[in-house]
């Protein structure tokens, strides 16, 4: 098979596949080498029966991710809404409570706290430029602290403050003092808004996949044929002059005239390259962790909570499944609840394995759900963290200083090499929608050069 | 030569060579790879005439410092002290003033409100325990801030905060927002106090190498003879049962039961590990970024500036060189300035150019010694982001929930690898001090399960 194209991409998640398209469609031949036995990166789908897929990773689209809608149309992935009819439950002070529509029920000062909150975190955010954070006006002073401390100065409630580190966790998969104001308010810009990216319906969980969201990526594969090459970690990126070597673990080279990195940041900075990058690049990929998560799964025989007139929906402070969807297929047939442990919760049931995940997770769906939930036919969980060829998830998040001193390293091209992957988009990043958009810039990039 | 050894250790700098030295003192046979040309790793000396040596690297030890200053008299490693006679200048709101002893003519209130800053700082440093930081009383709550948010909040004066930032950039060579609280008052902990820390005489900049720092790992190494292999950058370690194959880039594989890994923990983590490490390590190492700082040179025929009683010693706000020391060899045979870049001034310069640098640091250096100080006979500096096999100095820092989330897994042994570097230090983290320390630790580590 030829190892010679005009651009190599490395990484054939969404962000190297669409970059991979948009250079075949300009003519240019491609080659996307990837790590691992398959395709779609942070995207990965599971068969719980013929058909009946549950995703292990990323799932879901919502309203203004219009790159990721149409790509679903084109490639004919279906789409369906994520189950939310009937009642949703907050679990806080040793109680779960019912609550319809959006608001718990948690006392009017704690609201008012947290919706003032949600609006000057809004505010605060339209002053960041997506394409350039470290110019908001504020940006050396919002970089300089936490988001926990944001909280703790601005917020004056418990329970609000609890609910704002929910949304660090949910949106993040970090506690809110791993990251600075400044990524807060620019990730809340890149997604619309603290309620586009925390809500269900008319938010960032609303659509969800029919076969799965990896399937966007096995389509846009199936279509490059033998130009996706699995089971090819790469290991050296060379430049010399205008072309670039790649090679692989078991010492394949590949040879172009451009490559694109599409994985991770601090995945990318494991890469040993010839000539060794710029200091700013280097000590970027240093700084920008991936976040924390394991998805739980408990499959039942029906979504028996739909009975009750619950919507599956659970925010709570019980320890470790702080939020959980219902996840059934789109017909019911069988009832899936998907519980997140995030951020603190992540790594604590990282270590503690399987097992204590599966007892936790039960624990935890029973205190919500009554003892019908204590018996699923099936358990299961992945955890991100331990993929080796992703090593967290959802993204990347920048600690404080992170954007203000190393931002402007995070697309620059170095020589040939570019910059594909969601942390290096404007809109959604850290989404699918955010893949789409930093594949096709990148490629936008290379077709400059080429 | 032989690639089969009892414990391979990766990385000759102090720390890799001094396990090294306590295994082979045990009757095991060693085998330590290092990735340059050259041992020493961040301690680096270069001669400016034969026997007139500066250091790129590493240079000071200081009181309490007891593991270095043994085995500097154990290695015949020669010390003299850091030039300190006359006057000092601070460089502040455009003009240099000089003073006597260690605190500059700033006004009373700030330096009360340093002064009131300092003293709690070391008092909480001491409720920081150096073997497990997360375990102090206020752990949480320290490291959800960054250390320039308890700055904001603590301090009153400008010019006081000032001072701590320029402590921050000093000690750390990072900017106070870059790492947690937790992690300042451990590490003033670990060094025995802000003064300590900051200090010339008494402190830990009190005594110079007259062969240059480095001459610490050249004679370790020399007594190792070839058990030191250098180009040997270490590329893969396999774990196999109760053996470990280590893999250089150039596909060399060396064997053993043990292994040491002796680099930086952002460095270590862009080693393959297989098994993988576990999560919570691999994590550690996206989360531990080094710091930035470049050295700079300025050598004149004499140092012009002493017969004018000035000690050479400046703090400035003037950028980028916040910091200068008299670095003249110890009989004064010609005038040494050493300027440094750190932090937000090292990236700015780094990127910038060596000419950039050259003009940055002599119009400095000019508003502080006047003009006779534009005009040296060579200048050189040693930007420590740059070099591949260290990507930053003095030593890492922890951002923000980076030792409360993943601290445990600093020196936490997997299988049969075995971490050291001085920043799995208890004692003087950072510093050459903590290396040794860690270099003893590991090898004692290794010899409880050989």
Same mark, same amino acid.
């Given at each position: 098979?030829?190892?010679?194209?005009?651009? !190599?991409? !490395?990484?054939?998640?969404?962000?190297?596949?669409?970059?991979?398209?948009?250079?075949?469609?300009?003519?240019?031949? !491609?080659? !996307?080498?990837?790590?691992?036995?398959?395709?779609?990166?942070?995207?990965l789908r599971h068969a719980l029966a013929p058909n009946c897929w549950i995703d292990l990773g990323g799932q879901w689209l919502g309203p203004t991710q219009e790159r990721a809608y149409a790509l679903a149309k084109r490639l004919k992935a279906e789409l369906f809404p994520t189950y939310t009819d009937g009642e949703s439950l907050v679990y806080f002070g040793g109680q779960a409570r019912r609550y319809a529509g959006t608001i718990p029920k948690l006392g009017w000062m704690p609201l008012l706290d947290f919706g003032n909150a949600i609006a000057k975190l809004d505010k605060m955010a339209q002053q960041v430029p997506l394409h350039a954070p470290w110019d908001a006006p504020q940006a050396a002073a919002w970089d300089s602290m936490t988001f926990a401390s944001?909280?703790?100065q601005s917020m004056r409630t418990r329970v609000g403050r609890w609910?704002?580190?929910?949304?660090?966790?949910?949106?993040?998969?970090?506690?809110?003092?791993e990251f600075s104001l400044l990524h807060a308010l620019f990730y809340i810009h890149s997604g619309g808004g603290v309620e586009r990216l925390s809500n269900t319906r008319g938010g960032a969980q609303q659509d969800r996949f029919v076969d799965g969201a990896q399937s966007l990526a096995l389509r846009l594969a199936e279509q490059l044929g033998e130009r996706v090459r699995l089971h090819q970690p790469v290991r050296q990126i060379t430049q010399r002059d205008a072309v670039v070597h790649t090679t692989t673990q078991a010492g394949a080279t590949y040879t172009a005239r451009a490559v694109i990195v599409a994985v991770p940041p601090t995945l990318a900075g494991r890469i040993e390259y010839d000539p060794p990058l710029p200091p700013a690049r280097d000590q970027l990929t240093q700084r920008l962790p991936n976040g924390s998560v394991i998805k739980c799964f408990a499959v039942y025989d029906r979504p028996f909570w739909r009975e009750h007139g619950l919507s599956g929906f659970v925010t709570s402070e019980l320890e470790p499944l702080h939020l959980v969807f219902d996840n059934s297929?789109?017909?019911?047939?069988?009832?899936?609840?998907?519980?997140?442990?995030?951020?603190?919760?992540?790594?604590?049931?990282?270590?503690?394995?399987h097992e204590a995940r599966r007892e936790a997770t039960l624990h935890c769906l029973t205190r919500y759900f009554g003892e019908r939930a204590a018996q699923p036919e099936l358990y299961l969980d992945h955890d991100w963290s331990a993929e080796v060829w992703s090593r967290g998830c959802y993204g990347a998040h920048f600690p404080p200083g992170a954007w203000t001193q190393f931002g402007q390293a995070l697309r620059q091209p170095v020589g040939r090499i570019f910059w594909a992957g969601t942390e290096t988009a404007t809109r959604w990043m850290g989404y699918i929608e955010g893949a789409i958009e930093s594949g096709e810039r990148a490629a936008q990039e290379v077709l400059e050069v080429l």
């Open positions: 098979m030829a190892q010679e194209a005009d651009v !190599v991409v !490395v990484g054939a998640g969404v962000a190297g596949l669409i970059a991979a398209h948009a250079l075949l469609q300009q003519g240019k031949e !491609v080659l !996307v080498l990837e790590a691992r036995e398959r395709v779609g990166g942070r995207l944001w909280i703790e609910g704002m580190k929910l949304f660090a966790e949910a949106v993040f998969a970090a506690e809110p003092y297929p789109p017909d019911g047939s069988c009832g899936i609840l998907l519980g997140f442990m995030e951020g603190a919760s992540a790594r604590r049931m990282s270590a503690a394995g």
